[in-house]
Structures are given as structure tokens and as C-alpha cells.
């Protein structure tokens, strides 16, 4: 019995000090600039003597006294949360909300996480500091600096009450993934931001001059209402600035694909949308980025002829009904390229329209015999470097089938041959080309409207 009293008394003391030092974990502690741990107590108490001194000092615009100085070191703060960690919130508390950090000196500090709402940060200093995820929610962050912070995954929503970043600065901030929704950006500062993914609906507009120097417009999003990002485009366009007017075209065109897709359901009603997104990607996202990358034209163009010409090498080598014709006058066998002569087979003449005989040698890809291995191999690589030459002209034939009045690209290509002669596809390789021609036809013509016009506004 005494043993198992002994053995009762240490298990209770034991589970008595686990419980004592969990009830220690759970005290919320930051650090400060020295990477020293301070109370919530502490942290309070300075809060409280910054406020009493703002109620008993006189700025001026962005924190200065009537001399131009910056009144940050002034303050009680003075460097106690430069360079501090306080990250987010146990339970209920939220260690900055409601708090009047106004002037007040946070550059490079870490606030990842954290939660400030009803925060009164007028004219506040956040140079370098770390933001990722911090939620400023209805606060008055009018004149804040923000310049070189991380600020990547940041929500800045005023919703309720209205969040005020008037004047504020985002100098090369990275606001990755940031929301603005709702807030006041009047005369806002974003020169070189990374605005990527950026929710964008704020109820007034940075500087335009500003913004238009910023990164990653194009991915920039809104929820629901493009009220922003419409007049946002609009003032890049009325102030000649062409790209980034394009780059915000792109950002609303994608949105609106977006919501097609989200609006797609399994039940009939949705398939339609479905559709809709479906074609809006593949003509005009995929091609010239909702005429934000005109020039990609001619990089699709390019894929588009390297890849029928392989398909035009596959007919000539596996099909029997479907490939690539050379057509020569009749009694003009010498026309045929002597290059070529080899892989062509004789047909009987045909007669188009009465008019003129013509020979149609068929292209073919014929057996290799040699003598030697090194003979054969030989052989082999001449065979499909000719056969997939002459895919390759007729792809271009194909991909320039192009013709305005006297404008005649294919016929200016077939002019560039020492021989009078032509390639011509039969079966599903004349389907094929068909089918090239058209693409092609519409990749340009898309592509010039993309550059000299707004067809997607």
C-alpha cells in the first residue's frame, strides 16, 4: 500500500507541473527588437504611453514637426517595435487592434499573421517589415509607408466601416496575394509593388502614374465587381499608357472566363457557360492573351508549322489514299526537283478543265537497299531529311494560304522554287491543310486587330 501511495503522489505532482507549465505556454509574449521576450503587460504599457504622448504633441503632414523633422524617435516607442515579433493572437486578444499606433516606428518588423482592426495607424512607419497574412481590417491607415514590406497573402478590407490608405506608400511591397477590398487608395503610392494576384476592388484608385509602374498587373482580380479594374483601364488608356491598359484588359477578360467556369454545374443549364469559357481560352487566351500579347501570334503560328509538318511526314511515310502530290506541265518531267526525283511515284496524267495536261507525282517514302550498313544509314537520313523538307514547304504554302486582292503570300513562296511546279495534298492531308490555312488566317488577322485595334474591351 505504500508503495502504490508513493506511486499516486508522484503521478499527481507530475500531472501537476505538466499542467503548471502548459498554463506558462499559454501566456502570449512578443519580442522585441533584441530578441528579448516581453509581456502582453508591457507591450500595453507602451501602447498606452504612445497615445499619451500623441494627445500632448502637434504634427504636421506624414509625422513631422513645423521644421520637416519625422517625430517617429520622439515618441515613447521610439525603436521598441522596430524590428519586433508579434504574431498573431491567442484566444481572443489581438495584440495591436484598437490601438493608436499613429507615427509610430515598425519598420522591419514581423507581424505575419497578426490580426489589426479599428487600428489607428495614421502616418506609421512599416518600412521592410514582414506582413504576410496580417488582416488590417477598418483602420486608419492613411499616410502609412509601407516601402520594400513583404506583404504577400495580406488582407486590407474595410467593409464595414472603411479601411483609409490614402497617401499611403506600397513602394516596392510585395503584396502577392494581398486583398484590397473597399479601401481607400486615394493618392496611394505603388511604384514597383508586386501585385501579383492582388484582389483588387478598392472604392478609390492609387495614383495612376504610381500604379502604372507596378508588376504583375495582369493577374490582378476581382471578386464580383470590376468596377475598379474597368476604371482603372480606362485611366491607363485616356493616359497613353498602352501596356498596362492592355495588361488590365487581360486581368478583367480572365476574371470573367473565371466566373463562366464557376457558373459551369452538372445539370444541363450549365453546360452552356462550360462552352463559352472553354472557347474564350483556346481563341483568345491562348493566342493573344485577350490582346495583351499580340506577338504570341506568330509563336502559335510557329507551332502550328512545325507541327503539321510532322503530320504531313507521317502521311507520306503510313498512308496509301492520303499525302502530298508534286504537279508539273505535262512534258515538263525535267520541272519535277531534282532533290526529290527519288521519292516519286509516277501516276497517269490528269486533265484539269480541259485546258492543260498535267503529271501528279505522288511522294512516297520508298525502301532503303545498300550494300553496306554505314550505305544504309546513310541512306535513311537523306530519305527523311527530303521527306520532311518537303513537309515543311508545304506547310509554309499551307500556313501563308493567305490573299488580299493582288496580296498573294502562298503564290510569292511558290515563286521562290528555280522550277515551275507545285505541291499539292490529297485525302486527309488536303483536309489537314485546309484546316492550317484557317487557323493561320485567323491567328493574323487576330493578332493585327490585337495590335492596332481593342477588340476586347
Not at 494581398?178 to 505603388?190: K, W
Not at 507541327?307 to 505535262?330: C, K, M, N, Q, R
Not at 486527309?428 to 477588340?455: D, E, H, N
Request: glycine share 8%.
Amino acid at each position: 500500500m505504500l508503495l502504490v501511495a508513493i506511486l499516486f503522489t508522484l503521478f499527481l505532482s507530475f500531472d501537476l507541473a505538466s499542467f503548471v507549465q502548459a498554463s506558462e505556454q499559454k501566456e502570449w509574449t512578443w519580442k522585441d527588437s533584441k530578441g528579448n521576450a516581453r509581456t502582453k503587460a508591457e507591450l500595453l504599457t507602451l501602447l498606452q504611453k504612445h497615445k499619451e504622448w500623441l494627445n500632448t504633441t502637434t504634427f504636421y503632414d506624414r509625422c513631422t514637426d513645423k521644421e520637416g523633422f519625422l517625430l517617429w524617435s520622439r515618441s515613447p516607442l521610439g525603436s521598441e517595435l522596430a524590428g519586433a515579433e508579434i504574431f498573431g493572437d491567442v484566444g481572443s486578444f489581438s495584440p495591436l487592434s484598437g490601438s493608436d499606433l499613429r507615427c509610430a516606428n515598425l519598420s522591419e518588423a514581423n507581424l505575419s499573421g497578426t490580426a489589426v482592426d479599428g487600428a489607428r495607424m495614421r502616418g506609421a512607419y512599416l518600412s521592410h517589415a514582414k506582413l504576410r497574412k496580417t488582416m488590417f481590417h477598418n483602420s486608419d491607415l492613411q499616410g502609412i509607408t509601407f516601402d520594400q514590406a513583404d506583404m504577400e497573402g495580406a488582407v486590407l478590407s474595410g467593409v464595414v466601416t472603411g479601411l483609409n490608405l490614402s497617401d499611403a506608400s506600397f513602394g516596392s511591397a510585395n503584396l502577392a496575394g494581398a486583398t484590397l477590398i473597399e479601401v481607400d487608395l486615394a493618392n496611394a503610392q505603388f511604384a514597383g509593388t508586386d501585385l501579383l494576384n492582388v484582389k483588387f476592388e478598392p472604392k478609390t484608385l492609387p495614383l495612376l502614374r504610381s500604379i502604372a509602374s507596378a508588376s504583375n498587373l495582369e493577374t490582378m482580380r476581382y471578386i464580383r465587381n470590376p468596377e475598379a479594374l474597368t476604371l482603372l483601364r480606362a485611366g491607363f488608356k485616356n493616359a497613353g499608357f498602352r501596356e498596362q491598359e492592355r495588361k488590365t484588359t487581360y486581368a478583367l477578360k480572365r476574371r470573367e472566363t473565371e466566373l463562366l467556369y464557376e457558373s459551369c454545374a452538372i445539370s444541363l443549364s450549365g453546360v452552356l457557360p462550360c462552352i463559352y469559357g472553354a472557347l474564350n481560352t483556346v481563341l483568345f487566351d491562348w493566342t493573344v492573351q485577350y490582346g495583351m500579347s499580340p506577338g504570341r501570334m506568330f509563336v502559335v503560328v510557329g507551332c502550328l508549322l512545325f507541327l503539321f509538318t510532322v503530320l504531313y511526314d507521317l502521311f507520306a511515310h503510313f498512308s496509301e489514299t492520303s499525302g502530298l502530290l508534286v504537279v508539273v506541265p505535262a512534258g515538263r518531267e525535267k520541272n519535277r526537283p531534282s532533290w526529290l526525283r527519288a521519292y516519286l511515284l509516277k501516276p497517269p496524267p490528269y486533265n484539269f478543265g480541259g485546258s492543260a495536261l498535267w503529271h501528279e507525282y505522288r511522294i512516297h517514302s520508298r525502301s532503303i537497299e545498300a550494300s553496306t550498313y554505314i550505305s544504309k544509314i546513310w541512306g535513311l537520313l537523306k530519305r527523311e531529311w527530303v521527306l520532311l523538307w518537303v513537309a515543311f514547304v508545304f506547310s509554309m504554302m499551307s500556313t501563308f494560304n493567305i490573299k488580299f486582292r493582288d496580296v498573294d503570300f502562298g503564290r510569292w513562296i511558290r515563286l521562290l522554287t528555280t522550277n515551275d511546279y507545285d505541291i499539292k495534298a490529297t485525302g486527309w492531308a488536303r483536309t489537314l491543310s485546309g484546316v492550317q490555312a484557317l487557323a493561320c488566317v485567323y491567328l493574323v488577322a487576330l493578332g493585327i486587330a490585337s495590335y492596332f485595334l481593342r477588340p476586347f474591351e
